[in-house]
């Protein structure tokens, strides 16, 4: 590919997705100034990208747009809802010849006419109503003092910043609430100062030390969400307002001197992920080389392991680097959702709000490049099953427009991805019936589930409830494609749905991918690797606390009774036998299975990589990685070997 429609192609995708953000905010909100110059700013960059390729219903239809926009940047054309839906199909249109040109190298045939008619959707911009506010409005006076205060930082700042002023309540102390610790957790703060209340300094003698008499401001290159996140606890105590640049992005040689940004092709990140992988083995070989060198002279076995600690900190420190520079928004790999979401739901004749939030937080590019599909799945299923048509939802006393919601937060180490929305809800006795008529479990057997375990049946491969072939469904690419490629993610779907309300998909994601951390086990006189992320738990129980439960056995853990496989059996190996029984339990289906294991070995953190040859046909196993000693070890998939 031609080495400027690539770059035309990767910052169109860019600039799609920040305006769609934009014009997302702009639907909540149409004075919000930020997204108003924010999508300004992308549509014109837009239009310039398209008159490179001298693309011109392109450019005439962004040229359209950015008059509108520009008019409400002056205040001299009031955005309501009608005009911001307009800018949205704009920008669908936009977006749907970024990928013809990557695609076909050109415009369809009929782009002058699609854009013409796009254009006409804008009609007539409002214009100022009386009274309303224009732009410019001064800022408060402690944002103007902070600008001229950190003025070098600002310049010198390549994200869009937020300020904020944080007056703590003077008996905050009182309520447990440590202010410096509250600013000290404020997510990518870059400049914190601490200011008197007042006009000045309380003196010695007018010093209450159980009092507050200070106010916290500072900058951050977070979100505002992420801002408000930090100050969840003290909403009314803190002011917070996104920074504007005061002038258009420059290009060329007027931006030298400023950060710029760096594109690498992706190919070569994944091979300093290998070179880190290799280096990780090889700082892992050296505490037994340690150990062994004890026996022969301590004094250098000391000294090894000193050298051991600093290659581990530096082997750490590079790992962060790496895993930072790995890092990406969400937001545009899942650019094409709201359109896409929008289109399914006129071909099915339904009226749907698609809201998505969060999608800026970052995550490891190959869980952001891997999660679109999936994610497309859940959305059309929740538009085509779960949404009711206009009439049926009037009948219900609901809302004739349906809400499908797309969420993303950070919780400790993992990416909590949250759709849901408020259709009708799983009929369970349909699903039971699905199953049964697909020869995927017995009637009496689908009668038996409670009602958690009946949800779970959609994951079946092979399930469907559709009746015939559509656009949308009964194509055999079902849920258990969606969880197929969750679990290659390393992650966890669960569901949960109420008649008449709705339904929920929660799924669970690592933020990070380039090292996996792996326990060891052995079985059958083999080692194996097993990913943390799928043991909930390893246990120790008497052999003789397995009892047999039809034709396998089955053991008593909290209370609940979990059927227990033999790994070395599974692996076609002989089982070892002892008193005790070494169990690693997993999920399969939402419901514990515990696997036994000839013994329990080390945790390690290495690099997995991915299964090539005679390995990638083997069922059950995710990847391999190398072992301190040089040898290979297999990493086995658990919840597959359960199944």
């Known amino acids: 590919m031609d080495e400027l429609l690539e770059q035309f192609l990767v910052e169109g995708r860019e600039l799609v997705a920040q305006a769609a953000h934009d014009l997302s905010a702009l639907e909540q909100d149409p004075r919000d100034e930020a997204?108003?110059?924010?999508?300004?700013r992308a549509m014109h960059t837009l239009k310039g990208s398209f008159a490179i390729f001298a693309l011109a219903p392109a450019e005439r239809l962004l040229h359209a747009a950015e008059d509108v926009l520009h008019g409400a940047r002056e205040g001299t054309t009031t955005l309501n809802a009608?005009?911001?839906?307009?800018?949205?199909?704009?920008?669908?249109?936009?977006?749907?010849?970024?990928?013809?040109?990557?695609r076909d190298g050109a415009l369809p045939e009929d782009a002058a006419g699609v854009s013409a008619r796009t254009i006409a959707l804008l009609g007539e911009p409002g214009r100022v109503a009386p009274g309303l506010p224009g732009r410019g409005s001064a800022d408060p006076p402690w944002l103007t003092a902070l600008r001229e205060r950190e003025a070098a930082v600002i310049a010198a700042a390549a994200s869009p910043l937020v300020a904020f002023h944080y007056a703590p309540d003077r008996e905050c102390f009182f309520r447990g609430d440590d202010p410096l610790a509250i600013a000290e957790a404020i997510p990518e703060l870059i400049a914190l100062a601490v200011l008197p209340s007042g006009d000045r300094w309380p003196s010695s003698d007018e010093l209450e030390p159980f009092t507050c008499f200070?106010?916290?401001e500072g900058l951050s290159t977070a979100s505002e969400a992420d801002m408000r996140a930090a100050f969840r606890l003290q909403p009314d105590q803190v002011e917070l307002i996104p920074l504007l640049r005061d002038a258009e992005p420059r290009r060329g040689n007027e931006a030298a001197g400023e950060t710029s940004l760096l594109r690498v092709e992706a190919g070569r990140v994944d091979a300093l992920g290998d070179g880190l992988g290799d280096l990780i083995v090889a700082v892992n070989a050296l505490a037994p080389l340690a150990a062994e060198a004890a026996l022969l002279d301590p004094l250098l076995a000391a000294r090894l392991r000193t050298t051991q600690a600093d290659i581990e900190r530096a082997t750490d420190t590079l790992h962060r680097a790496l895993s930072r520079v790995r890092l990406v928004p969400l937001e545009p790999s899942l650019r094409r959702l709201p359109r896409l979401a929008r289109e399914i739901?006129?071909?099915?004749?339904?009226q749907v709000t698609f809201t998505l939030a969060g999608a800026a937080i970052e995550v490891d590019k190959q869980i952001a490049d891997g999660l679109f599909e999936p994610l497309l799945h859940l959305v059309r299923n929740a538009i085509d099953h779960g949404v009711e048509p206009p009439q049926a939802r009037n009948a219900a006393g609901k809302d004739a427009v349906g809400r499908v919601t797309l969420e993303f937060r950070r919780e400790g180490d993992a990416i909590i991805a949250t759709l849901s929305d408020d259709g009708a809800g799983m009929d369970l006795p349909r699903i039971r019936r699905a199953a049964v008529d697909r020869a995927l479990i017995s009637k009496e057997a689908a009668d038996a589930l409670d009602d958690a375990e009946a949800l779970r049946l959609i994951f079946r491969p092979g399930?469907?409830?559709?009746?015939?072939?559509?656009?949308?469904?009964?194509?055999?690419?079902?849920m258990d494609a969606?969880?197929?490629?969750?679990?290659?993610?390393?992650?966890?779907?669960?569901?949960?749905?109420?008649?008449?309300?709705?339904t929920r998909f929660r799924i669970r994601l690592p933020v990070q991918a380039l090292t996996t951390r792996l326990l060891v086990v052995e079985a059958g006189g083999e080692r194996y690797g097993v990913s943390l992320d799928q043991v909930a738990e390893t246990v120790r129980v008497d052999a003789a606390a397995l009892m047999p439960v039809g034709s396998g056995l089955a053991c008593v853990l909290r209370e609940r009774t979990v059927p227990v496989l033999?790994?070395?059996t599974l692996l076609k190996t002989e089982p070892a036998r002892g008193l005790y029984a070494k169990l690693v339990v997993t999920e399969v289906g939402g419901n514990p299975v515990a696997l036994r294991?000839?013994?329990?070995?080390?945790?390690?953190?290495?690099?997995l990589r991915p299964p090539r040859g005679i390995l990638a046909s083997a069922p059950g196993v995710i990847g391999s990685a190398v072992m301190s000693d040089g040898g290979v070890l297999i990493v086995l998939d658990l919840p597959e070997l359960a199944a």
């Open 463 to 478: 399930f469907s409830t559709a009746a015939e072939v559509s656009e949308i469904s009964g194509r055999g690419v079902g």
């Open 482 to 502: 969606v969880q197929a490629a969750i679990a290659r993610l390393r992650g966890a779907i669960e569901i949960d749905s109420q008649p008449g309300t709705g």
């Open 82 to 102: 009608r005009i911001v839906s307009s800018l949205v199909a704009c920008l669908d249109q936009v977006d749907r010849w970024v990928e013809a040109v990557g």
């Open 345 to 350: 739901a006129e071909t099915l004749g339904k």
């Open 35 to 40: 997204a108003v110059d924010s999508a300004f």
């Open 566 to 568: 033999d790994l070395a």
């Open 597 to 607: 294991v000839d013994s329990f070995s080390e945790r390690i953190d290495t690099v």
């Open 214 to 216: 200070s106010v916290l």
